[in-house]
């Protein structure tokens, strides 16, 4: 007998031995030096911070664009959130070693959380991903980092907190994708389960918050939003009641056209997910404020109620374009033509996330793209601005870990690994940048709250 000739397959690699990854990664670092990512470089054209926030309102709802400013000047840490763009164009003078993968975009360190699974049991994750697309591992680690400082500041950490703080993240980062790497794929795609994250970061201080957490994370779901923020109808129903100026009820035509698009998000989910949501009857529509960074952005509730009138919400969230695409270009990544932007929203977070909501999908309404998700899935989080010293770099290396595994799903986890390598060099260039970041960050901000005390730009604080 002789030997099978299989030929080549698209999507699946060769049979022939190829360099490895892992060499290859090692080999950048002649290009791109590990000690180079220290360097902060000023970048050509950058707009003040007052300029970058007014261009970042643009297209957004314009009477809740002061809410957002308010938020934006309650810290440095709120700043840093709301300017992921900004951040961007800062980061176009940062060094990139060219390795891509399905990057948040916004990874800054309170978007991880809490939320459930299919099964209701909870997961630990990245949870936002407005902004994602495929880029530069190297600037999502840095946003990480640079958060951590101003999150660290906030709380009255001290510097060297901070920074220990910093550097734990890339050095988790660095070394659970070492890990990844030696593992089979197989075995490496599911690696890192939630219930080990823990002792695989060594992050025991933080076990106490985790569990406090979580356990308001399992009271946070649709049945208690609905109970307090909708009242009954005559006819046996349900409906949402004004609680301004976050929640607000809307016409019956901008009801009806959010109702009508949950027709296109079916189209949009997985066959077996139908006749789940088939059960349900929608009831009423109402508009949301969310977020820090997403204010202004067009955000609905979507009340469903089954037969026994128990309800599921629905979040149909506008869906705009990644504020990192101009950037991403200016470093020579390729933006493919995207023709949703609520599709981009989705397909990025199922690559990211190990377990995704079982009702996220996309849709139009009135010509905006959106995506939808369920509103309050036992969502949770930590807020790092709140954690004690101790606490701080335990979250550092957790974040750190769950970002690498969050890459290594798009990205070859042995090409990263091969430039990041056995010691901290890496560690300590990002753990400089992002005290640096964390200062222009803090200048920023001071810039903006003047600018509202001046009455140059309009904020609504403590809403």
Request: with cysteine; aromatic share 6%.
């Amino acid at each position: 007998m002789t030997d099978q000739r299989i030929p080549v397959v698209a999507g699946f690699r060769p049979r022939e031995a190829q360099e490895s990854p892992r060499d290859e990664g090692k080999a950048l670092r002649v290009r791109v030096p590990r000690s180079a990512h220290a360097r902060l470089v000023p970048v050509e054209g950058r707009p003040d911070a007052v300029r970058a926030v007014e261009e970042s309102n643009q297209g957004r709802v314009p009477e809740l664009t002061p809410i957002r400013v308010g938020r934006m000047a309650a810290s440095p840490f709120a700043f840093l959130r709301g300017a992921a763009g900004l951040m961007a164009h800062d980061l176009e003078g940062s060094p990139v070693t060219g390795i891509g993968t399905q990057i948040c975009g916004d990874a800054h360190a309170a978007n991880f959380g809490l939320y459930g699974d299919a099964r209701g049991r909870l997961v630990i994750d990245l949870n936002d991903f407005d902004e994602t697309v495929f880029g530069p591992w190297e600037w999502d680690l840095k946003r990480l980092a640079t958060s951590l400082v101003l999150a660290g500041r906030v709380s009255g950490a001290g510097e060297d907190v901070c920074l220990a703080a910093a550097r734990d993240a890339v050095g988790a980062y660095r070394r659970t994708m070492r890990l990844l790497a030696k593992l089979p794929v197989l075995d490496a795609w599911n690696a890192i389960a939630d219930e080990e994250l823990v002792s695989h970061t060594d992050a025991r201080d933080l076990l106490g918050t985790l569990e406090r957490v979580s356990e308001k994370a399992r009271n946070n779901t649709s049945a208690r939003f609905a109970a307090k923020a909708t009242e009954p109808t005559p006819d046996g129903g349900r409906r949402f009641v004004d609680a301004l100026p976050v929640l607000r009820r809307v016409g019956d035509a901008e009801a009806a056209a959010v109702a009508a698009a949950l027709g296109e998000y079916l189209t949009t989910l997985q066959g077996d997910r139908l006749p789940l949501l088939a059960r349900y009857a929608i009831h009423d529509v109402a508009f949301r404020v969310v977020g820090t960074g997403s204010v202004g952005t067009r955000s609905y509730v979507v009340l469903l109620l089954d037969h026994r009138g128990e309800p599921l919400v629905l979040q149909v969230k506008e869906a705009r374009p990644s504020v990192l695409i101009p950037h991403l270009r200016a470093v020579g990544f390729p933006v493919p033509q995207e023709e949703h932007e609520g599709r981009r929203v989705v397909s990025g977070q199922k690559r990211m996330q190990v377990v995704s909501d079982i009702l996220l999908g996309w849709t139009t309404v009135e010509g905006r793209p959106f995506q939808v998700r369920q509103f309050r899935n036992r969502k949770g989080s930590v807020d790092p601005a709140a954690l004690t010293p101790d606490q701080l770099d335990d979250y550092g290396r957790m974040t750190g870990a769950l970002l690498a595994r969050a890459h290594a799903h798009s990205a070859d986890p042995r090409l990263i690994a091969g430039y990041c390598g056995k010691n901290d060099e890496l560690d300590e260039a990002v753990g400089a940048f992002s005290v640096a970041y964390a200062d222009r960050t803090e200048a920023d901000h001071a810039d903006l709250v003047a600018a509202v005390r001046a009455g140059r730009i309009a904020a609504e604080e403590g809403v």
